[in-house]
């Protein structure tokens, strides 16, 4: 029988212009949050990271944005290129968890050239 | 140019086989994860060491999983017997303790027939 997938929420953007991919994390008590991107075929891959006692970083081309307040962690990407087409995941640290993080499910980015 | 290094890429065996992944985290790593990713439900924890010792092994079926850290540069990842549902992407991730940032290796793909 057919069998039934995580169906990942898909954001199709055009090229050049401004993605932002956002996720909804669990843990009131976490303090610090990871953006991957992975990419058909390879291990996820880390983009950028920010602590909690931060709302705002920056790095080449990504922000990170944290919403302490509704739990909400947003990846903008500027100026999107094909290469960028990935699924991005977020990911969570609940403070005194020794490092394990918790992961997202997903979303896929696609980009139209 | 350090990176996680996984064996095999892909693997294909008969249920009830064993299977043995390899690990090698990158050099300096005190922290190493097991994860496995499946469509249905996404990245999973199995298995994390610190120091070459076992942190958190309770995301792993304690029947047939097993894990070890022979030494500081190598991690393995047993099944023993397998069966079709171990079918999965097994990822390695490796991290120091001065960060919380995991690197992940590109995988071993296990197909069980």
């Known amino acids: 029988g057919e069998s039934v997938g995580l169906h990942l929420p898909t954001l199709s953007v055009q090229e050049g212009d401004n993605s932002i991919i956002n996720c909804a994390y669990s843990n009131s008590a976490s303090d610090y949050f990871i953006w991957y991107k992975q990419e058909s075929g390879k291990g996820p891959q880390f983009i950028i990271d920010?602590?909690?006692?931060?709302d705002k970083r920056q790095g080449q081309r990504v922000t990170v944005l944290l919403n302490k307040t509704v739990k909400h962690l947003s990846l903008q990407i500027a100026a999107t290129q094909p290469g960028d087409s990935a699924v991005y995941f977020c990911a969570e640290r609940i403070q005194g968890s020794q490092g394990n993080l918790i992961f997202g499910k997903g979303t896929k980015l696609s980009v139209k050239p | 140019d350090a990176r996680v290094t996984q064996t095999p890429r892909d693997k294909v065996t008969e249920m009830g086989q064993e299977v043995t992944m390899r690990c090698q985290p990158i050099l300096g790593h005190n922290t190493v994860f097991w994860y496995r990713q499946t469509m249905m439900q996404g990245l999973e924890l199995l298995a994390y060491?610190?120091?070459?010792?076992?942190?958190?092994d309770s995301g792993m079926p304690k029947d047939r999983f097993s894990a070890e850290m022979p030494d500081a540069t190598l991690a393995t990842l047993k099944i023993q017997p397998s069966e079709p549902r171990d079918s999965a992407v097994y990822f390695c991730?490796?991290?120091?303790?001065?960060?919380?940032?995991?690197?992940f290796g590109p995988g071993t793909r296990l197909l069980v027939l």
């Open positions: 991730a490796s991290g120091s303790g001065s960060t919380e940032t995991q690197y």
């Open positions: 920010i602590r909690s006692n931060m």
């Open positions: 060491f610190r120091n070459r010792a076992p942190l958190d």
